[in-house]
């Protein structure tokens, strides 16, 4: 399904819409995507900044300083909660989208899984897919195995 790709949040009060195709998607099982969304991973859909834009409503911003130093920012819908993308301090030409805020999700397809070492014992992996036990040093890997499976396609 090529782009543009239309979302928003869960009460409807924020619209929004990806104008290129993601560079990557991949499942995130780390404790804070845990934490975050009160599951067993996030799926993450990594965009360009530039591609995304805010149809109506204006999102609020979150900025969480993490035990360890680290920020982790993005937007989310101020009457409803639903978390719609991060902002990536150290990536701050892309944005982190949340694809289950998509209208339509039947063709995401994860190119793998990081942080599968901290992965609950009951998620099976995803086939084949490109996994990592933690976060990969080479933050384009998963954009190169993404890119490298839609030229196989």
Partial sequence: MPAPYDGGCLCGAIRYRLDAEPLSLYACHCRDCQRLTGSAFALSM???RDALATLC?????????????????GRFCGACS???WGEPERHPRVRILRPGTLDDTSWLQPIGSIWT????????????AFDHAEQPEDPLALVR???GRAQQQ
């Fill in 46 to 48: 990594v965009v360009a």
């Fill in 57 to 73: 409503g204006e999102p609020h911003a979150y900025d969480v300083a993490m035990p360890d130093g680290r920020r982790k920012r």
């Fill in 82 to 84: 639903t978390r719609l």
């Fill in 117 to 128: 070492s901290r992965a609950q014992p009951w998620v099976a992996a995803l086939a084949g």
């Fill in 145 to 147: 195995a993404w890119q």
